[in-house]
């Protein structure tokens, strides 16, 4: 079955570049098409995406907005959100991962790994490329509240080994290369994975990241 894809941006030059690209990609379907926020809703509800290729500044509802009540409660589908961002927009990706986006790419990365984040996403995993994702969080790490108040209960669900994994997910490190870190298997890694977003209520590696600055456990700078 090929991934059906939504391509969600203002300007039709772009989303006809996009349209080329994942259309020669036997495994990919572009389904439809938006120009802002308010269309790509009715496209969701319609046309039943897998991803949801999303632009971040947009006319009548930005690609925040949309995320937040694509991913959120009461959602019309299992469709993921792939937000493409410029690094002059990079606040508004921040609240994009909080509204419930599983990743986000720049707009003018390679063909290449297009393609491959939105297979990424279907597959259910986050997109996190560990350079994007520690130039964001270290650029904006002012923005991200600390969450003081109740890091302590949280973490302390955590055993040892699971609190290791949390941390090399925030850098942006895959399942294979969380295991060949910790010397162990990569179903493995998955186990503790789950487990981490289970007991920390999190919807997936994009939120255990974002979660993992906020609470201090990682911090924006560190050594990596």
Do not use: C, W
Request: hydrophobic share 45%; charged share 25%.
């Amino acid at each position: 079955m090929a991934i059906r894809v939504l391509l969600v941006d203002d300007q039709p030059l772009l989303r006809t570049g996009f349209r080329m690209i994942l259309e020669a990609e036997p495994d990919l379907a572009v389904v439809g098409e938006a120009g802002d926020g308010l269309q790509a809703l009715d496209q969701v509800r319609a046309l039943q995406p897998d991803v949801v290729l999303m632009d971040i500044r947009m006319p009548r509802m930005d690609g925040v907005e949309a995320t937040r009540q694509i991913t959120g409660p009461g959602r019309d589908g299992p469709a993921k959100v792939l937000v493409l961002t410029t690094f002059d927009l990079d606040e508004y990706v921040v609240e994009a991962l909080r509204a419930g986006a599983s990743g986000f790419l720049l707009k003018d990365a390679p063909a290449v790994e297009l393609v491959q984040a939105i297979r990424v996403v279907a597959g259910g995993e986050a997109m996190l490329a560990p350079s994007i994702t520690r130039r964001l969080l270290d650029k904006y790490a002012e923005h991200l509240p600390s969450g003081e108040e109740r890091v302590p209960d949280s973490l302390g669900t955590l055993t040892e080994r699971e609190v290791e994994v949390l941390k090399l997910v925030a850098k942006g490190l895959s399942n294979a290369e969380i295991a060949a870190d910790l010397f162990v298997s990569e179903t493995t890694v998955k186990t503790h994975v789950g487990h981490v977003l289970t007991k920390l209520g999190l919807r997936d590696r994009v939120q255990a990241a974002v979660y993992a600055y906020e609470s201090g456990l990682v911090r924006p700078g560190a050594a990596q």
